[in-house]
C-alpha cells in the first residue's frame, strides 16, 4: 500500500503538499508513512482538488472556519491516536478505540512493536 501512496501523491501534488502540512514536528518517518496513509484513506472532501480556482490560502482558511476545520481536527485527532495506539502501545476509550481500528481497516503496518499491557502481565504472576 505504501507504494500506492506514495504513486497517489505523485499524481496529485496539491494533495501531497496539503498532507505534509499535518505531519507534526519529531514525528518520524516511519510513524509519518502510517499516519499519512491513515489521513488520506478518512480525509475524503477535506482534502483539496485538483481545480484551480481555489488557492492554497482560501484553502488553510475554509479550513480552519466551521465544520470543515472540526472535521479535520478531529480526522487528525484521530490519526494521533491511532498512531499512539499502533506505535506507542496507548489505550482509549472503547468508544474511540473502536473508531480508529475501523478507520485503519487495510493500513498494513508490519513493523510495529509489541506492546504487553498492566492487565496481561499481572496475569501472568497469578
Not at 505531519?23 to 488520506?40: M, N, P
Not at 472503547?94 to 503496518?109: N, P, T
Amino acid at each position: 500500500m505504501a507504494q500506492e501512496v506514495s504513486e497517489y501523491l505523485s499524481q496529485n501534488p496539491r494533495v501531497a503538499a496539503w498532507v505534509e502540512t499535518l505531519r507534526c514536528d519529531g514525528e518520524t518517518d516511519k510513524h509519518w508513512r502510517h499516519r499519512r496513509e491513515f489521513l488520506l484513506r478518512n480525509a475524503g472532501d477535506l482534502a483539496p482538488t485538483g481545480g484551480a480556482a481555489a488557492t492554497n490560502t482560501e484553502e488553510a482558511a475554509d479550513a480552519e472556519s466551521g465544520t470543515r476545520g472540526r472535521q479535520l481536527q478531529q480526522l487528525i485527532s484521530f490519526s494521533m491516536a491511532w498512531a499512539n495506539h499502533v506505535f506507542l502501545g496507548c489505550r482509549y476509550p472503547q468508544k474511540v478505540m473502536d473508531k480508529i481500528l475501523s478507520m485503519a481497516e487495510g493500513i498494513k503496518v508490519t513493523d510495529a512493536p509489541i506492546h504487553t499491557t498492566r492487565d496481561e502481565l499481572v496475569a501472568k504472576k497469578g
